[in-house]
């Protein structure tokens, strides 16, 4: 019998859990039964899955722990997951595995993101193939392992005489586009880890499509002799609302109702930057003085330690008036649906640059850290479907990239060329299109694992 059961195990972020679980609703739907191995710590919400089993396990994390932004504290907590977890992980997923009964589907692998590179050890003791996903695309993981090798030949950590020079390995980056740590220390050993696990594992799969990124396919099978597998965009197939953290404030469309056709920017930073007061105030200036409609996510703590939008100036919420909506957080792809948005200004977190791509909406680069800066670059200056604000935060410059993109000839040059990209990539989940062929080679994939062990 061929085995079609499927183990997940997400990363605890909203940006990872969300195509976890769209990855998982996907398989479901090929006909496999799924069981999600998950922390407690940012818990995904169970009653949105009952065709789903969930198992909780330990993490260490303290209750009111809140992920910081900062690259350093984000590794060291990647770190620290993997460790707490690697023992927890293991008893859960030998009993999954020891008490499967006679009438339930036999395992036939496990899929985890690839971040948790300690869950190898434990596949290998308990003779399961282990699949990773990574929840982005295909470039910035491979800047990502690069940059080992970067800091060998003395290019990293970044000169300021170096950092507009195009990375040889990667001529589509800047060498500031993946600068991500100073010190290499700690970073190497992680990534080390990462690298190594996801070579032994049985294939990675990414929320990407070859449309957008075949070129970098034979580079990707250099470096990882695996099979891989491009099956995005997952969001266009289940959406991300049922995995939220947060709830959605729902008054966001009916403001939307009242507005003109894309006459709208809409403005987050998705589930983990955050900006200084100062720059937060250049924001609501920035957006007052454009005199565009503007729809604007202020998560809490999206200014460390702010509640929500008590920092604005006095008198800002009546001067804007209706002109303005600021929500906690917003239904995004449904914001990117809507007829009256016109523009997204985002940090290029790769969920939202999926959403935003496949809805045609172009968009301003805010990144922060990680591969954010390089889906920034690819954003602004591969596709050109956006403006990449490099300064630092400014209301002048805010105002002038929302006219170049909300009324120049600029914005709509962008906004035709980005209405290609998004057929392309709604085309490849069709038949015939490649995340469709790719899809059904995983499926094959998967099941050859379970026949092979
Ligand atoms: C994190 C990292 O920051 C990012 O670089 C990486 O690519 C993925 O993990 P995050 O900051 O959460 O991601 O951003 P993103 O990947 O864009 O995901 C945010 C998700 O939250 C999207 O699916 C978006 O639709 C959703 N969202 C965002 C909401 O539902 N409402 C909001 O108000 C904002």
Redesign the pocket.
Known sequence: MKGRGVILFPMP????I?PMLQLANILHEKGFSISIIHTRFNSPNTANYPHFRFYPIPDGVSENYVISSDPVRILDFLKSLNSNCQTPFRDCLTELITTTSEDEDPIACLVTDVLWYSTQAVADDLKLPRVVLR??NVSSFLALVTMPSLFQKGYLPLQDSEAENEVPELPQFRFKDISLFKDPGSFLEFIDAVVRETKASSGIIYNSCEDLEGEFLTKNSNYFPIPVFLIGPF?KCFP??SS?LLP?DKTCISWLDKQQPKSVIYV?F????AIQETEFLEVAWGLANSKQPFLW?V?PGLVQGSKWRELLPNGFLEMVGERGHIVK?????EVLLHPSTGAFWT?C?????L?SLCEGVPMICQPSF???MT?ARFISHVWRVGIHLESKIERGEIEKAIRRLMVEPEGQEMRNRIKLLKQKMNLSLKPGGSSYKSLNNLVSHILSLQSSK
């Open positions: 972020f909203q940006g990872h969300s929840t982005t969001h991300a609302s939220s959605h987050s998705g589930s983990v930057a996510v998560r957080w917003a239904p995004q792809q940090h977190g790769w969920n939202s640059t959403e990680g591969d954010q889906d």
